[in-house]
Protein backbone atom coordinates (compact mmCIF):
# COMPACT_ATOMS: atom_id res chain seq x y z
CA UNK A 1 0.00 0.00 0.00
CA UNK A 2 1.86 3.78 -1.19
CA UNK A 3 1.78 5.81 1.80
CA UNK A 4 -0.76 8.41 0.29
CA UNK A 5 -3.30 5.71 -0.12
CA UNK A 6 -2.64 4.69 3.79
CA UNK A 7 -3.33 8.24 4.29
CA UNK A 8 -6.23 8.72 2.33
CA UNK A 9 -7.54 5.77 4.19
CA UNK A 10 -6.87 7.03 7.51
CA UNK A 11 -8.10 10.62 6.63
CA UNK A 12 -11.21 8.49 5.52
CA UNK A 13 -11.76 6.75 8.73
CA UNK A 14 -11.20 9.21 11.20
CA UNK A 15 -13.57 11.44 9.75
CA UNK A 16 -15.92 9.01 9.77
CA UNK A 17 -15.87 8.93 13.22
CA UNK A 18 -15.56 12.51 14.01
CA UNK A 19 -19.18 12.26 11.94
CA UNK A 20 -20.82 9.72 14.14
CA UNK A 21 -24.16 11.56 14.33
CA UNK A 22 -26.31 9.45 17.32
CA UNK A 23 -29.12 8.22 16.57
CA UNK A 24 -31.85 11.46 17.54
CA UNK A 25 -34.07 9.50 20.14
CA UNK A 26 -30.81 8.53 22.22
CA UNK A 27 -29.53 12.15 22.25
CA UNK A 28 -33.09 13.10 23.43
CA UNK A 29 -33.23 10.40 25.79
CA UNK A 30 -29.91 11.00 27.20
CA UNK A 31 -30.70 14.80 27.71
CA UNK A 32 -34.09 13.83 29.24
CA UNK A 33 -31.77 11.98 31.64
CA UNK A 34 -29.72 14.73 32.60
CA UNK A 35 -32.48 16.82 33.24
CA UNK A 36 -34.11 14.83 35.84
CA UNK A 37 -31.20 15.43 37.64
CA UNK A 38 -31.06 17.76 40.24
CA UNK A 39 -28.21 20.40 38.66
CA UNK A 40 -26.90 21.48 42.05
CA UNK A 41 -25.69 18.08 42.74
CA UNK A 42 -23.60 17.60 39.08
CA UNK A 43 -20.12 18.83 40.22
CA UNK A 44 -17.99 20.45 37.57
CA UNK A 45 -15.16 17.82 37.60
CA UNK A 46 -18.07 14.75 37.24
CA UNK A 47 -19.05 12.81 33.88
CA UNK A 48 -22.26 14.33 33.72
CA UNK A 49 -21.02 17.97 33.79
CA UNK A 50 -19.52 17.17 31.02
CA UNK A 51 -22.29 16.29 28.96
CA UNK A 52 -22.47 18.96 27.14
CA UNK A 53 -24.87 18.74 23.99
CA UNK A 54 -23.50 21.28 21.48
CA UNK A 55 -21.39 18.29 20.59
CA UNK A 56 -22.56 14.36 19.44
CA UNK A 57 -22.80 11.98 22.34
CA UNK A 58 -21.27 9.06 20.48
CA UNK A 59 -18.95 10.75 18.23
CA UNK A 60 -14.49 11.13 18.89
CA UNK A 61 -12.32 11.74 20.48
CA UNK A 62 -14.24 13.05 23.46
CA UNK A 63 -11.54 16.07 24.31
CA UNK A 64 -13.87 17.97 26.14
CA UNK A 65 -17.47 16.99 26.18
CA UNK A 66 -19.03 13.30 27.21
CA UNK A 67 -15.48 12.62 28.63
CA UNK A 68 -17.33 9.88 30.89
CA UNK A 69 -20.62 8.22 31.84
CA UNK A 70 -21.51 6.74 28.66
CA UNK A 71 -20.10 4.62 25.86
CA UNK A 72 -21.36 3.78 22.32
CA UNK A 73 -21.32 1.38 19.53
CA UNK A 74 -21.35 2.80 16.35
CA UNK A 75 -24.61 5.62 16.35
CA UNK A 76 -25.88 3.55 19.64
CA UNK A 77 -25.24 4.15 22.81
CA UNK A 78 -24.62 1.05 24.80
CA UNK A 79 -23.82 1.80 28.56
CA UNK A 80 -24.48 4.26 31.24
CA UNK A 81 -21.84 4.06 34.14
CA UNK A 82 -22.13 6.94 36.03
CA UNK A 83 -19.36 8.10 38.60
CA UNK A 84 -20.10 8.57 41.96
CA UNK A 85 -20.80 12.12 42.01
CA UNK A 86 -23.26 12.12 44.26
CA UNK A 87 -25.98 13.02 41.75
CA UNK A 88 -29.74 13.45 42.67
CA UNK A 89 -32.80 13.08 41.12
CA UNK A 90 -34.60 10.58 39.42
CA UNK A 91 -34.03 8.37 37.10
CA UNK A 92 -35.82 9.28 33.84
CA UNK A 93 -38.36 6.98 32.08
CA UNK A 94 -36.45 8.07 28.95
CA UNK A 95 -33.78 5.86 29.61
CA UNK A 96 -36.18 3.18 27.77
CA UNK A 97 -35.45 4.66 24.25
CA UNK A 98 -32.07 3.62 24.48
CA UNK A 99 -32.94 0.22 23.33
CA UNK A 100 -29.26 -0.76 22.90
CA UNK A 101 -28.13 -0.53 26.26
CA UNK A 102 -26.16 -3.17 27.53
CA UNK A 103 -25.21 -2.06 30.58
CA UNK A 104 -26.82 0.67 33.85
CA UNK A 105 -24.56 1.14 37.00
CA UNK A 106 -25.62 4.01 38.88
CA UNK A 107 -24.36 2.93 42.02
CA UNK A 108 -23.09 5.35 44.93
CA UNK A 109 -25.19 8.26 44.21
CA UNK A 110 -28.57 9.85 45.21
CA UNK A 111 -31.33 8.98 42.94
CA UNK A 112 -34.68 8.28 44.52
CA UNK A 113 -38.05 7.61 43.95
CA UNK A 114 -39.33 4.79 41.76
CA UNK A 115 -37.21 2.29 38.97
CA UNK A 116 -39.09 3.42 35.82
CA UNK A 117 -40.99 0.49 34.80
CA UNK A 118 -39.89 1.23 31.30
CA UNK A 119 -36.81 0.35 32.08
CA UNK A 120 -37.18 -3.31 32.89
CA UNK A 121 -38.34 -3.33 28.88
CA UNK A 122 -35.27 -3.06 27.42
CA UNK A 123 -34.85 -6.35 25.88
CA UNK A 124 -30.36 -6.31 25.50
CA UNK A 125 -30.33 -5.09 29.21
CA UNK A 126 -27.47 -7.39 30.67
CA UNK A 127 -26.31 -5.12 33.62
CA UNK A 128 -28.37 -3.43 36.20
CA UNK A 129 -26.76 -1.95 38.97
CA UNK A 130 -28.63 0.69 41.25
CA UNK A 131 -26.84 -0.50 44.22
CA UNK A 132 -26.59 2.55 47.30
CA UNK A 133 -29.29 4.70 46.21
CA UNK A 134 -32.46 5.64 47.43
CA UNK A 135 -35.15 4.00 45.13
CA UNK A 136 -37.96 3.67 46.50
CA UNK A 137 -41.48 1.47 45.91
CA UNK A 138 -41.68 -1.90 44.68
CA UNK A 139 -40.18 -4.73 41.86
CA UNK A 140 -43.31 -4.75 39.74
CA UNK A 141 -44.35 -8.11 38.31
CA UNK A 142 -42.66 -6.42 34.54
CA UNK A 143 -39.11 -7.45 35.53
CA UNK A 144 -39.62 -10.48 33.73
CA UNK A 145 -39.55 -8.52 30.63
CA UNK A 146 -35.77 -8.26 30.66
CA UNK A 147 -35.10 -10.68 28.84
CA UNK A 148 -31.12 -10.85 28.51
CA UNK A 149 -30.69 -9.94 32.46
CA UNK A 150 -27.62 -11.37 33.88
CA UNK A 151 -26.38 -9.13 36.79
CA UNK A 152 -29.42 -7.20 39.11
CA UNK A 153 -27.84 -5.35 41.89
CA UNK A 154 -30.74 -3.46 43.35
CA UNK A 155 -28.80 -3.59 46.95
CA UNK A 156 -29.01 -0.99 49.87
CA UNK A 157 -31.78 1.52 48.48
CA UNK A 158 -35.64 1.35 49.63
CA UNK A 159 -37.64 -0.72 48.10
CA UNK A 160 -40.64 -2.20 49.66
CA UNK A 161 -43.36 -5.37 49.02
CA UNK A 162 -42.84 -8.55 47.91
CA UNK A 163 -40.29 -10.19 45.45
CA UNK A 164 -42.69 -10.73 42.11
CA UNK A 165 -43.27 -14.49 41.29
CA UNK A 166 -42.42 -13.60 37.87
CA UNK A 167 -38.44 -13.44 39.01
CA UNK A 168 -38.26 -16.90 38.07
CA UNK A 169 -38.35 -16.75 34.42
CA UNK A 170 -35.44 -14.56 34.28
CA UNK A 171 -31.88 -15.29 33.20
CA UNK A 172 -30.24 -13.75 35.74
CA UNK A 173 -26.95 -15.03 37.34
CA UNK A 174 -26.65 -12.94 40.06
CA UNK A 175 -28.97 -10.88 42.07
CA UNK A 176 -28.78 -9.01 44.85
CA UNK A 177 -31.15 -7.56 46.88
CA UNK A 178 -29.76 -7.12 50.30
CA UNK A 179 -30.54 -3.96 52.42
CA UNK A 180 -34.11 -3.49 51.44
CA UNK A 181 -36.96 -3.38 53.02
CA UNK A 182 -38.56 -6.21 50.99
CA UNK A 183 -41.62 -8.45 52.81
CA UNK A 184 -43.33 -11.74 52.33
CA UNK A 185 -42.05 -14.95 51.25
CA UNK A 186 -39.49 -15.95 48.83
CA UNK A 187 -40.67 -16.94 45.61
CA UNK A 188 -39.67 -19.66 42.64
CA UNK A 189 -36.31 -17.99 41.52
CA UNK A 190 -34.17 -17.87 38.30
CA UNK A 191 -33.07 -21.63 37.73
CA UNK A 192 -29.51 -19.89 36.32
CA UNK A 193 -28.66 -18.37 39.86
CA UNK A 194 -25.14 -18.61 40.84
CA UNK A 195 -25.39 -15.94 43.52
CA UNK A 196 -28.18 -14.79 45.41
CA UNK A 197 -28.23 -12.29 47.99
CA UNK A 198 -31.25 -10.72 49.71
CA UNK A 199 -29.80 -9.86 53.32
CA UNK A 200 -31.47 -7.22 55.73
CA UNK A 201 -34.14 -7.08 54.40
CA UNK A 202 -37.84 -8.01 56.50
CA UNK A 203 -38.52 -11.65 54.37
CA UNK A 204 -40.90 -14.15 56.36
CA UNK A 205 -41.96 -17.93 55.58
CA UNK A 206 -40.22 -20.66 54.99
CA UNK A 207 -37.51 -22.38 52.88
CA UNK A 208 -39.64 -23.73 50.47
CA UNK A 209 -38.46 -26.39 48.06
CA UNK A 210 -40.44 -24.45 45.44
CA UNK A 211 -38.77 -21.76 45.65
CA UNK A 212 -35.15 -23.64 44.90
CA UNK A 213 -36.03 -26.30 42.36
CA UNK A 214 -33.76 -26.88 39.38
CA UNK A 215 -31.37 -23.95 40.84
CA UNK A 216 -28.08 -26.45 39.55
CA UNK A 217 -25.69 -24.46 39.43
CA UNK A 218 -26.78 -22.06 42.95
CA UNK A 219 -23.10 -21.34 44.73
CA UNK A 220 -23.79 -18.46 47.85
CA UNK A 221 -26.77 -17.84 49.58
CA UNK A 222 -27.09 -14.74 51.98
CA UNK A 223 -30.40 -15.01 53.59
CA UNK A 224 -29.16 -13.11 56.93
CA UNK A 225 -30.78 -10.70 58.94
CA UNK A 226 -34.33 -11.12 57.60
CA UNK A 227 -37.39 -12.85 59.52
CA UNK A 228 -37.74 -16.30 58.20
CA UNK A 229 -38.54 -19.52 60.30
CA UNK A 230 -39.42 -22.99 60.38
CA UNK A 231 -37.02 -25.87 59.82
CA UNK A 232 -34.69 -25.38 57.52
CA UNK A 233 -34.68 -28.52 55.58
CA UNK A 234 -32.30 -31.12 54.41
CA UNK A 235 -32.15 -30.64 50.48
CA UNK A 236 -31.38 -26.93 51.44
CA UNK A 237 -27.52 -28.12 52.16
CA UNK A 238 -27.56 -30.66 49.48
CA UNK A 239 -28.64 -28.35 46.25
CA UNK A 240 -26.14 -29.31 43.98
CA UNK A 241 -23.35 -26.67 43.43
CA UNK A 242 -24.08 -24.98 47.16
CA UNK A 243 -20.64 -23.94 48.81
CA UNK A 244 -21.78 -20.31 51.24
CA UNK A 245 -24.66 -20.23 52.90
CA UNK A 246 -25.38 -17.19 55.30
CA UNK A 247 -28.96 -17.68 57.38
CA UNK A 248 -27.91 -16.10 60.66
CA UNK A 249 -30.10 -13.63 62.52
CA UNK A 250 -33.13 -15.62 61.42
CA UNK A 251 -36.28 -16.81 63.23
CA UNK A 252 -35.37 -20.70 62.35
CA UNK A 253 -36.15 -22.86 64.73
CA UNK A 254 -35.01 -26.44 63.99
CA UNK A 255 -32.82 -27.96 61.38
CA UNK A 256 -32.75 -31.09 59.42
CA UNK A 257 -28.85 -31.99 58.33
CA UNK A 258 -28.53 -34.35 56.00
CA UNK A 259 -24.94 -36.95 54.94
CA UNK A 260 -24.22 -36.16 51.32
CA UNK A 261 -23.09 -38.48 48.93
CA UNK A 262 -20.90 -35.31 47.64
CA UNK A 263 -20.77 -31.34 48.04
CA UNK A 264 -18.33 -27.99 47.95
CA UNK A 265 -20.44 -26.91 50.98
CA UNK A 266 -17.60 -24.70 52.43
CA UNK A 267 -18.98 -22.14 54.97
CA UNK A 268 -22.09 -22.31 56.73
CA UNK A 269 -23.76 -19.42 58.97
CA UNK A 270 -26.77 -19.99 61.02
CA UNK A 271 -26.03 -18.30 63.86
CA UNK A 272 -28.45 -15.63 65.94
CA UNK A 273 -31.86 -17.90 65.44
CA UNK A 274 -33.83 -20.11 67.67
CA UNK A 275 -32.84 -23.69 66.71
CA UNK A 276 -33.33 -26.49 69.39
CA UNK A 277 -32.49 -29.44 69.47
CA UNK A 278 -29.23 -31.65 69.69
CA UNK A 279 -26.62 -31.31 67.18
CA UNK A 280 -26.23 -33.52 64.80
CA UNK A 281 -22.86 -35.02 63.51
CA UNK A 282 -23.91 -34.71 59.80
CA UNK A 283 -22.50 -31.51 58.93
CA UNK A 284 -18.79 -33.29 59.36
CA UNK A 285 -20.10 -35.26 57.13
CA UNK A 286 -19.44 -32.62 54.35
CA UNK A 287 -15.99 -33.15 52.70
CA UNK A 288 -15.10 -29.23 52.02
CA UNK A 289 -16.62 -27.84 55.49
CA UNK A 290 -14.66 -25.37 56.26
CA UNK A 291 -16.56 -23.06 58.63
CA UNK A 292 -19.81 -23.60 60.38
CA UNK A 293 -21.03 -21.09 63.22
CA UNK A 294 -24.42 -22.51 65.02
CA UNK A 295 -23.83 -19.65 67.87
CA UNK A 296 -26.37 -18.45 69.65
CA UNK A 297 -29.17 -20.40 69.52
CA UNK A 298 -30.89 -23.72 71.57
CA UNK A 299 -28.67 -26.12 70.88
CA UNK A 300 -28.72 -28.87 73.83
CA UNK A 301 -26.55 -32.22 74.06
CA UNK A 302 -23.39 -32.96 73.47
CA UNK A 303 -21.07 -31.94 70.84
CA UNK A 304 -20.30 -34.59 68.12
CA UNK A 305 -16.54 -36.08 68.40
CA UNK A 306 -16.44 -35.98 64.96
CA UNK A 307 -16.07 -32.22 64.87
CA UNK A 308 -13.05 -32.28 66.64
CA UNK A 309 -12.19 -34.89 63.98
CA UNK A 310 -12.46 -32.90 61.14
CA UNK A 311 -9.43 -32.08 58.95
CA UNK A 312 -10.88 -29.24 56.66
CA UNK A 313 -12.87 -27.41 59.83
CA UNK A 314 -10.73 -24.13 60.14
CA UNK A 315 -13.83 -22.16 62.18
CA UNK A 316 -16.38 -23.37 64.38
CA UNK A 317 -18.52 -21.21 66.86
CA UNK A 318 -21.23 -23.35 68.97
CA UNK A 319 -21.05 -20.35 71.43
CA UNK A 320 -24.32 -19.01 73.33
CA UNK A 321 -26.10 -22.52 73.18
CA UNK A 322 -26.89 -25.35 76.51
CA UNK A 323 -24.37 -28.03 74.51
CA UNK A 324 -23.51 -29.80 77.48
CA UNK A 325 -20.68 -32.99 78.69
CA UNK A 326 -17.24 -33.03 78.09
CA UNK A 327 -16.04 -31.06 74.94
CA UNK A 328 -14.04 -33.77 72.70
CA UNK A 329 -10.81 -33.75 73.84
CA UNK A 330 -9.57 -33.65 70.30
CA UNK A 331 -9.96 -30.09 69.77
CA UNK A 332 -7.21 -29.49 73.07
CA UNK A 333 -4.85 -32.18 71.38
CA UNK A 334 -2.61 -29.57 69.90
CA UNK A 335 -3.10 -31.23 66.54
CA UNK A 336 -6.65 -29.43 66.08
CA UNK A 337 -6.27 -26.30 64.10
CA UNK A 338 -9.43 -25.20 64.88
CA UNK A 339 -10.54 -21.64 65.80
CA UNK A 340 -13.94 -20.53 67.24
CA UNK A 341 -15.59 -20.56 70.57
CA UNK A 342 -17.76 -23.36 72.52
CA UNK A 343 -18.14 -20.25 75.42
CA UNK A 344 -21.30 -19.67 76.90
CA UNK A 345 -22.85 -23.08 77.20
CA UNK A 346 -23.23 -25.71 79.95
CA UNK A 347 -20.30 -27.93 79.21
CA UNK A 348 -17.93 -29.77 82.25
CA UNK A 349 -14.18 -28.77 81.86
CA UNK A 350 -13.40 -26.41 79.01
CA UNK A 351 -9.97 -26.21 79.33
CA UNK A 352 -9.13 -22.09 79.81
CA UNK A 353 -5.97 -22.69 78.25
CA UNK A 354 -7.46 -23.40 74.59
CA UNK A 355 -8.67 -20.36 72.79
CA UNK A 356 -11.61 -22.40 72.33
CA UNK A 357 -12.92 -22.38 75.71
CA UNK A 358 -11.72 -18.75 76.81
CA UNK A 359 -15.29 -17.64 76.61
CA UNK A 360 -16.25 -19.12 80.06
CA UNK A 361 -19.48 -21.48 80.56
CA UNK A 362 -23.27 -20.43 81.76
CA UNK A 363 -23.84 -19.97 85.48
CA UNK A 364 -24.71 -22.87 86.43
CA UNK A 365 -28.10 -22.16 87.78
CA UNK A 366 -28.79 -21.41 84.02
CA UNK A 367 -28.04 -24.48 82.52
CA UNK A 368 -29.99 -26.93 85.60
CA UNK A 369 -32.91 -24.90 84.41
CA UNK A 370 -32.45 -25.36 80.40
CA UNK A 371 -31.98 -29.40 81.91
CA UNK A 372 -34.70 -29.19 84.29
CA UNK A 373 -32.65 -29.92 86.86
CA UNK A 374 -30.47 -33.15 85.18
CA UNK A 375 -27.21 -31.74 84.42
CA UNK A 376 -24.50 -30.29 86.54
CA UNK A 377 -22.51 -28.29 84.19
CA UNK A 378 -19.19 -27.52 86.42
CA UNK A 379 -17.73 -30.49 88.09
C1 LIG B 1 -21.04 23.71 26.03
O1 LIG B 1 -19.90 23.87 25.21
C2 LIG B 1 -19.87 25.09 24.53
C3 LIG B 1 -18.66 25.13 23.59
O2 LIG B 1 -18.19 23.86 23.30
C4 LIG B 1 -19.81 26.24 25.53
O3 LIG B 1 -19.83 27.49 24.86
C5 LIG B 1 -20.98 26.15 26.48
O4 LIG B 1 -20.85 27.11 27.51
C6 LIG B 1 -21.05 24.77 27.09
N1 LIG B 1 -22.28 24.66 27.89
C7 LIG B 1 -22.27 24.28 29.14
C8 LIG B 1 -23.63 24.22 29.81
O5 LIG B 1 -21.26 23.97 29.74
C1 LIG C 1 -27.94 -37.89 59.32
O1 LIG C 1 -28.06 -38.19 57.95
C2 LIG C 1 -28.74 -39.42 57.71
C3 LIG C 1 -28.61 -39.76 56.23
O2 LIG C 1 -28.72 -38.67 55.40
C4 LIG C 1 -30.17 -39.28 58.18
O3 LIG C 1 -30.89 -40.47 57.92
C5 LIG C 1 -30.16 -38.98 59.66
O4 LIG C 1 -31.47 -38.74 60.12
C6 LIG C 1 -29.31 -37.77 59.97
N1 LIG C 1 -29.15 -37.69 61.41
C7 LIG C 1 -29.24 -36.53 62.08
C8 LIG C 1 -29.11 -36.63 63.56
O5 LIG C 1 -29.44 -35.45 61.55
Not at 33 to 43: D, E, L, Q, R
Not at 45 to 74: E, M, Q, R, V
Not at 90 to 96: A, D, K, N, P
Request: overall charge positive.
Amino acid sequence: MSTTVFFFLLLLSTSAAATTTTLASDVSALKAIKSAINPTTIPSYSCLASWNFTSDPCSNPHLTHFLCGLSCSGNRVTQLTFDRAGYSGTLSSFVSKLTQLLTIDLSDNKFSGPIPTALFFLPNLQTLILRSNSFSGTIPPAISSLTSIQTLDVSHNSLTGSLPDTLSSLTLTRLDLSFNKLTGPIPKLPKNLLELAIKSNLLSGYLSKTSFNELTQLEVVELSDNSLTGTIPGWFFLQPSIQQVNLANNGFTGIEILKPTDSNLIAVDIGFNKIAGYLSANFSAYPMLSSLSLRYNKLHGPIPSEYSQKATLRRLFLDGNYLSGLPPKEFFSGKSSVSGSLGDNCLRSCPTSSQLCLKSQKPSSICQRAYGGKVKPKS
